[in-house]
Every structure is written in C-alpha cells, then in structure tokens.
C-alpha cells in the first residue's frame, strides 16, 4: 500500500488551476523526495511554484481524481512559505494499519558509514551511557549486571518536556560480538520497546544502523495515547520524529569520536 502526502509549496509564479497541479502531481518525478520504510509505504512531498491554486482544490477532489480514498491519503496545504514537516522512515512490527497504531509495532531508523575500525565502533555503541553525549532525551545509563553481555540489566535516565523525567530497566536481548547490540526496556516478555544497534564492513569503514521498535508493552507513549485516543496516529508520528532526530544525534556523535 502506497501513501501519500501532498504540499504546496507557494513561490513567486502565476497560479495554477486544479487540474494543472494534479497533471503535475501524477506525472512529475522530479522534484520528488521520498522515504520507503520498508513496508510499503512512500511518502512524498510535492513541490508546486504557485502563490495560490483555484478555489476548487479540496480534499475529496484530489483523492477522487487521483483514484485514492481521504482516508488513506493525509493531505496538507502549508502556509505560504512554510515546508511542511517531512516524516521520517518506519518499520512496523505488524501490518500496518491504516491509520497506523500502537499494536502495529512502529518504529523507526538511522544509519551512518564510519570511516574507522569496527572494534572502535563497537567499542562505541556497547557504552551504554555514550548516547547522553548527544541525545537530548537519553540523560545516562549504568550497568546493573557485568555488561555488556546477553542478558545483562541496566538502568536508563530520560527526560523531556511532554512527560517529563523517567527511569527505566532494560535488558540486552541482542548479543553478537562485533555485530549486533540491542536492549528491551520495562519488560523482558513484554517490552515498552526495543533498541539495536547494527555494525556491518563497508568500503572504507563500517555502515552502522540504529533502529528502535515501540512497544508491545506499555510505556510513556502508550499512556499518552490512552488520553488522546482519537489522536493516535498523530501522536505515534510526532514520537518517532522526536526519537529519530536524537538516533540521528546519536550516529553522527559515534561517528565523529572515531574518526577524531
């Protein structure tokens, strides 16, 4: 299933009639940026040169014409000069639904190539308390158990301002020396979510991959959702943003201490 997003984006040309800027949406490639989570779904932004589009343009027109339903494609029109906010690349643990939802298992990813030695790497993201450095959630960890190892519990430090200070048990559930690195949080069986780290050799260093998966257990996410239920989709979208802004951080930080 495909799902899109489209914006206009005004600049100083003439303006554009309705079927104009969906002859433009169905044909163009070019000004396309996109992100496949991997499931299915594309999300693209679409560019228009045009100060304003004629009063006809509406929602349920550019779906009919475009052959899809208003439920499953969230459009948006931003302000004059404003770009909308790109989403960010998803995974999901089932489906997904449409709108997604928590028991969809969503989640998200970053990746980065490290021009160093995969045992500095390694060495890296096997510090639990490292990603404090940059992550502006993430406040520190300590080993609670000799780590890392499989097994091995530890206790995190977050904050932000939605829900404010929190501290949390996790468990590494993923161990492959040199490779592989994750943890579940709260839960052994059941955790508020998962976090791994992966190391593969590249051409000239090491393509490292940090991914987080939400839920099946509840969390600060899920409590949340429970206030606002008819804001569920929305809710899901903004906390992955927030946790692949800090993964982005938290890449980029590993890479720079190598490769000092």
Not at 108 to 131: C, Q, R
Not at 168 to 184: D, I, K, P, Q
Request: aromatic share 8%.
């Amino acid at each position: 299933m495909r799902v899109r997003r489209f914006a206009l984006i005004p600049t100083d040309s003439g303006a554009v009639t309705t079927e104009e800027l969906l002859t433009k949406v169905r044909s163009s490639r070019k000004n396309r940026d996109y992100w496949d989570d991997g499931t299915g779904s594309i999300w693209t932004l679409w560019l228009v040169q045009s100060p304003q589009v004629d009063g006809s343009l509406s929602r349920r027109h550019l779906t009919s014409v475009l052959g899809v339903t208003s439920d499953e494609t969230p459009l948006s029109t931003s302000a004059p000069g404003t770009p909308p906010r790109p989403d960010v690349p998803r995974t999901y643990r089932n489906g997904p639904s449409e709108p997604h939802c928590f028991s969809d298992g969503p989640g998200t990813w970053v990746e980065i190539v490290i021009s160093g030695p995969s045992d500095k790497v390694w060495t890296a993201v096997t510090d639990i308390d490292l990603p404090a450095r940059f992550s502006e959630e993430f406040q520190g960890a300590d080993w609670i158990d000799a780590g890392p190892a499989l097994g091995a519990s530890f206790n995190g430090r977050n904050e932000n301002s939605t829900i404010g200070a929190w501290e949390l048990t996790s468990w590494v559930n993923r161990y492959e020396e040199g490779t592989l690195f994750g943890w579940a949080t709260s839960d052994r069986a059941k955790p508020g979510a998962e976090w791994w780290f992966t190391l593969e050799p590249t051409d000239g260093g090491t393509l490292l991959r940090y991914d987080v998966t939400i839920g099946p257990g509840p969390s600060g996410l899920s409590t949340v959702i429970e206030l606002m239920p008819d804001k569920e989709a929305r809710i899901i979208s903004g906390r992955l943003r927030e946790l692949h802004t800090n993964m982005q951080r938290t890449v980029e930080g590993i890479r720079d201490l190598v490769e000092a």
